[in-house]
């Protein structure tokens, strides 16, 4: 595996992370305009509401326990979407 250093050693970044980077669709790879993205987001958010998609939840917070999300997201701990809620 070939690791590069940048700014202080302590920092690395291995080509997998460079590559991920550089290659991970965003948002703008899916949609051109404003409105495409309305219409998307419009179908998406009716079929959670009609039932035809069921997101799958794996856990609520609240949100003075937002902290604790996202170590969970980052400790790789979760299957699904989290939720913060008041």
Known sequence: MLVLYYLY???TLTI???LR???RPSLGHYVLTREELLWRA???LGWVASGKLKPHID???PLAEA???HR???GRQTAGKLLLGP
Do not use: N, Q
């Open 9 to 11: 050693p302590c920092h």
């Open 21 to 23: 980077k550089r290659t």
């Open 16 to 18: 997998d992370k460079i």
């Open 67 to 69: 902290a604790e999300a």
């Open 42 to 44: 419009g179908d998406v």
């Open 72 to 74: 969970a997201l980052e």
């Open 59 to 61: 856990r609520a917070y």
